[in-house]
């Protein structure tokens, strides 16, 4: 073959290559993101609003949605009071709206969590790390860090009656590290995704 013809066929993977790359960092760095659950009809969100900001930037995959689900583990719930965003262990997250943390704790199948109020609102943070970077009392301004994702296992509670297969203890029911966000509208838990539509 022509070297002309190889050297040009190199330069026009290249383009192509780039051309995805620019693309897929465009799609994942956009306000708006695509999810398509065969559960649900297909939504859009936006992922910042003036009241409201998404948890955990750059990390939008949902693996469990809100409402009725098959159980994925051990004590976990069948009618999942919020959304699990898979992110991996340290990931930030940040507060979706301005509140007052009432609990940092561990709180059984929700594992380590932290929890805020905001008006009618309460908001949980959970599987985040036990090493808490807010108290009880603290006053957090929306896009404020509040927590980090944690990890699976833990070995920082007594008793724990969450384990895996292994029998290894995890930070509550949980297959993997993951944010579970729950909103609850006057005590009662609302679908999360309805804040950032």
């Known amino acids: 073959m022509n070297h002309k013809y190889i050297y040009s066929l190199?330069?026009?993977?290249f383009i192509i290559i780039f051309l995805i790359c620019i693309t897929t960092t465009y799609l994942y760095s956009s306000?708006?993101?695509?999810f398509d659950n065969s559960n649900i009809k297909e939504h859009s969100f936006i992922f910042s609003n003036e009241e409201f900001c998404w948890p955990i930037p750059g990390f939008h995959k949902i693996t469990s949605y809100f409402g009725?689900?098959?159980?994925?583990?051990n004590g976990a719930s069948s009618n999942h009071s919020g959304i699990d965003v898979a992110a991996p262990q340290g990931t930030v997250l940040y507060a979706i709206t301005s509140g007052k943390i009432i609990f940092t704790?561990?709180?059984?199948?929700n594992g380590h969590t932290v929890k805020m109020q905001s008006g009618s609102l309460t908001i949980l943070y959970?599987?985040?790390?036990?090493?808490?970077?807010?108290?009880?009392?603290?006053?957090?301004?929306?896009?404020e860090q509040i927590?980090?994702?944690g990890p699976k296992?833990?070995?920082d509670v007594l008793n724990n009656p969450y384990k895996?297969?292994?029998?290894?203890?995890?930070?509550?029911?949980?297959?993997?590290?993951?944010?579970?966000?729950?909103?609850?509208?006057d005590g009662i838990a609302v679908n999360p995704l309805d804040f950032f539509q």
Request: charged share 10%.
């Open 31 to 34: 306000d708006i993101f695509i």
């Open 164 to 185: 895996d297969s292994t029998g290894k203890a995890t930070n509550g029911a949980l297959t993997g590290t993951h944010l579970h966000l729950t909103i609850k509208k």
């Open 126 to 143: 959970c599987h985040v790390s036990p090493q808490y970077i807010v108290s009880v009392g603290d006053s957090i301004s929306k896009g």
């Open 153 to 155: 296992y833990i070995i």
């Open 105 to 109: 704790g561990f709180s059984g199948a």
């Open 68 to 73: 009725p689900r098959v159980s994925p583990t």
């Open 10 to 13: 190199y330069i026009i993977l």
């Open 147 to 149: 927590a980090n994702v």
